[in-house]
């Protein structure tokens, strides 16, 4: 898929126009309004929409590349690829206005993921440690696949809990997952996710800047499925050359954080499935960090994994765990400064008494 830069400029301004002229009118509109609780960030009524402004830039931007790019396959894919993108923003909307339980939202994330590889087959290779690159077959592909796009979808949703940082860490993971995707020989995706990246990008000043509109569910789980199918479709569609590592590893401060804090809240006994304050963002806000602080602590965080990603591609893939596992002892030796703190604050929750977590649960 070879496209014009005039091509893709038009897309890219349409996208931005779209997604920001969207922004503006959500703001404004008032809808499906987030109120402000005993863990909330916020302290008035938020419209909660902002997923709808960025999907529908993504939208209008592939629109304009299926229409003149004049590459029939590369349009069909980006038509499923649509498809199962607005069935996620479908399911995150329904949760927003009707607060699924989590085995309901899970039902929903795990057809949105059985859709994708009907459409576009499941993980096809893998890099493993010391065995380098191996072919996965499809009894094991379509599990991993499918797990990967739910449990990376419901990890972005955890993350979107302050304003700028959900929407920024997408503009920038996406936009260096776009250079990579070009250079690796998958142009067809890096237009999809730089037009992506472009959408997020013209959702932050009503985001970040000003406050006035939020993403909601309806954009975290739609963000959360297209860049987890990014990962697989940049592997699929490269041979292999783009590793199955590079947006793990990029996105790899979203998913430390969840991770540290569901090990930790399981560890105090805590309730994991019960919502709480204690992911490090969080803790940031909660120790005296602003909104656009914790914004940009995140996008950087993401820029160094991105960079961390490219110097990967360069080892051999017998290598390439080496990346996430040295990038781990880097983020856990900030979480442990953060714990220190809330700790002599008293900001994380007291080791629950034997059976009360279970009591929770039930």
Excluded at 84 to 90: K, Q, W
Excluded at 252 to 273: A, C, H, Y
Excluded at 311 to 338: D, E, K, N, R
């Amino acid at each position: 898929m070879l496209i014009e830069p005039f091509i893709f400029a038009c897309a890219g301004a349409v996208a931005v126009a779209v997604a920001y002229g969207g922004s503006l009118f959500a703001a404004q509109a008032r809808r499906l309004l987030d109120h402000p609780n005993e863990r909330s960030s916020h302290a008035t009524a938020t419209p909660r929409i902002g997923g709808a402004a960025i999907m529908a830039g993504w939208v209008a931007g592939a629109f304009v590349i299926c229409a003149f790019a004049g590459d029939i396959d590369a349009a069909g894919k980006l038509a499923r690829l649509a498809l199962c993108g607005m069935l996620a923003f479908a399911l995150g909307y329904a949760d927003d206005r009707m607060s699924f339980s989590p085995v309901w939202k899970l039902a929903g994330q795990v057809v949105i993921a059985a859709l994708f590889v009907i459409f576009f087959a499941p993980l096809k290779a893998a890099p493993l440690p010391w065995a380098g690159e191996i072919a996965i077959p499809a009894a094991v592909g379509v599990p991993l696949t499918m797990l990967w796009i739910a449990g990376f979808m419901n990890a972005f949703n955890f993350m979107d809990g302050a304003n700028g940082m959900a929407g920024g860490a997408a503009a920038v993971g996406l936009a260096w997952f776009a250079v990579m995707a070009s250079f690796t020989g998958a142009p067809a995706l890096a237009v999809a996710a730089l037009l992506l990246a472009l959408s997020s990008a013209a959702f932050l000043p009503e985001n970040l800047l000003r406050g006035k509109l939020f993403m909601g569910d309806n954009g975290s789980q739609a963000l959360g499925f297209f860049i987890a199918a990014f990962a697989v479709l940049g592997v699929n569609w490269t041979d292999g050359r783009l590793s199955a590592l590079v947006v793990p590893v990029i996105f790899l401060p979203f998913i430390f954080d969840v991770t540290w804090t569901l090990i930790s809240r399981f560890i105090r006994k805590q309730n994991v499935f019960e919502a709480h304050r204690e992911h490090f963002y969080q803790l940031i806000m909660r120790l005296g960090g602003s909104h656009a602080r914790v914004a940009v602590i995140y996008m950087s965080l993401i820029s160094f994994s991105a960079g961390a990603a490219i110097f990967m591609l360069a080892l051999p893939a017998s290598l390439h765990w080496l990346t996430p596992l040295v990038l781990s002892l880097v983020f856990a030796m900030g979480g442990v400064a953060i714990y220190r703190r809330a700790a002599r604050k008293a900001l994380l929750a007291s080791p629950a008494p034997s059976g009360a977590a279970l009591s929770a649960a039930e």
